[in-house]
């Protein structure tokens, strides 16, 4: 390819752009053949042109040439200038959507983070009013004792289970810390039970890996009707989240995904 775009350098009338070269170089041979024309033929100064009606066609025919030469050198110019602007503003757009996407991924687990929730609650109530078909939230939190509260890939390894275990046309976001939505598309409560259970297995069999740690999860779900609102049904979660990690207040079974059979170990 370096001998090949080497070897082009070589050839400024071939490639994209050659007739445009060529059309300029030939108004400007016409150019310069009338105004050599024009010269050799012209007399003394007193003869003027009125008497040599060839010479005033070739001061046309120079003069028209020209003012095409100089007219074709403009738009060119300006076609350049507008294909370097275009070229510009295209690299502008693609580095923005690098930014916009960039800055909607958390960098420690690489899932979606909370800044994404804007878009996906918009596009998730749209397709729930559209298609009548059930979406149901879960929300997750992280629960750490004190050693595991030192460990760092805790909420890394709980977000590769999390994706391992839901589909890909699930949304999984990292909305905090230690707490994750999962978004679940025509998805009903039933349904949705049966993708909890495949994530308690993944759990139990982790923890079973790694005697010194364990993951556990506490949860809250909702499943939303055509007409519902997404943003009520999270505050909703996190409200009923919060009050099960109350310390003076028990944690409902409902709101657990894998620390009973923890406490069975």
């Avoid at 998730?124 to 760092?152: C, H, Y």
């Avoid at 364990?214 to 909702?222: F, K, M, W």
């Avoid at 943003?231 to 990690?245: C, D, F, I, V």
Wanted: hydrophobic share 45%; proline share 4%; aromatic share 6%.
């Amino acid at each position: 390819m370096l001998g090949r775009s080497a070897h082009a350098s070589w050839l400024p009338f071939t490639g994209q752009g050659a007739w445009e070269r060529w059309s300029s170089l030939l108004l400007l041979v016409i150019v310069l053949a009338a105004l050599a024309a024009a010269a050799k033929n012209l007399g003394p100064a007193e003869a003027g042109l009125t008497n040599h009606p060839g010479k005033i066609w070739l001061a046309l025919l120079g003069g028209t040439s020209l003012l095409l030469l100089i007219v074709k050198l403009h738009l060119a110019s300006q076609r350049r200038l507008l294909q370097e602007i275009s070229s510009a503003l295209a690299a502008a757009g693609a580095r923005a959507d690098r930014m916009e996407r960039f800055s909607f991924l958390d960098p420690e687990t690489e899932l979606l983070n909370r800044n994404y929730l804007d878009r996906l609650f918009g596009q998730a109530s749209k397709w729930l009013n559209r298609s009548g078909n059930p979406v149901t939230i879960l929300l997750f939190e992280l629960q750490q004792n004190e050693m595991a509260a030192t460990v760092d890939y805790l909420p890394v390894e709980a977000a590769r289970l999390l994706r391992a275990n839901f589909r890909g046309s699930d949304y999984i976001v990292r909305i905090a810390r230690n707490q994750f939505l999962v978004l679940l598309p025509d998805t009903s409560d039933a349904q949705a039970h049966y993708a909890l259970k495949r994530l308690v297995d993944k759990l139990d069999h982790w923890n079973l890996e790694n005697e010194k740690l364990e993951i556990v999860l506490r949860h809250q779900e909702i499943t939303c009707a055509p007409g519902a609102s997404l943003w009520q049904s999270l505050e909703e979660l996190e409200q009923k989240l919060r009050r099960t990690t109350a310390p003076d207040e028990p944690v409902p079974e409902s709101a657990m995904v894998s620390q009973a059979s923890h406490e069975s170990h």
